[in-house]
């Protein structure tokens, strides 16, 4: 059974920045994709970013030039680094990894206010 934790959210002002974190239990390299969701009150979870095992990436467009994922395989760790947040931001972020079967972390949550 493959664990998904995440942690580095918090309450961070409109143009702040925070680093989450995913760390697993395999090693990551093992798996065909991670990725970071998010979930905001009232809306339907939705992909953020994603890298896949060969190294491609993708973000949705209202995070573009703003977020960066990226993976230390050594330490089997995930992250996402997000600058210049933005109120809409406001969600639970999840970590996902796909490997025969899908995976999800608990969620850590990430306020954006002043």
Same mark, same amino acid.
């Given at each position: *059974?493959?664990?998904?934790?995440?942690?580095g959210?918090?309450?961070? $002002?409109?143009?702040? +920045?925070?680093?989450?974190? !995913?760390?697993?239990?395999? /090693?990551?390299?093992?798996?065909?994709?991670?990725?970071?969701? /998010?979930?905001?009150?009232?809306?339907?979870?939705?992909?953020?970013? *994603?890298i896949?095992s060969?190294?491609?990436?993708?973000?949705?467009? +209202?995070?573009?030039?703003?977020? =960066?994922?990226s /993976?230390?395989?050594?330490?089997? =760790?995930?992250?996402? $680094?997000?600058?210049?947040?933005?109120?809409?931001? =406001?969600?639970?972020?999840y !970590?996902n990894?796909?490997r025969?079967?899908?995976?999800?972390?608990?969620?850590?949550?990430? =306020?954006?206010?002043?």
């Amino acid at each position: *059974q493959v664990q998904l934790v995440e942690s580095g959210g918090g309450l961070v $002002q409109p143009g702040g +920045s925070l680093r989450l974190s !995913c760390a697993a239990s395999a /090693r990551i390299f093992s798996f065909n994709a991670m990725g970071w969701y /998010r979930q905001a009150p009232g809306k339907q979870r939705e992909l953020v970013a *994603q890298i896949t095992s060969g190294g491609n990436i993708v973000y949705v467009d +209202s995070v573009k030039g703003r977020f =960066t994922i990226s /993976r230390d395989n050594a330490k089997n =760790t995930m992250y996402l $680094q997000m600058n210049s947040l933005k109120p809409e931001d =406001t969600a639970v972020y999840y !970590c996902n990894a796909q490997r025969f079967r899908t995976y999800w972390g608990q969620g850590t949550q990430v =306020t954006v206010s002043s």
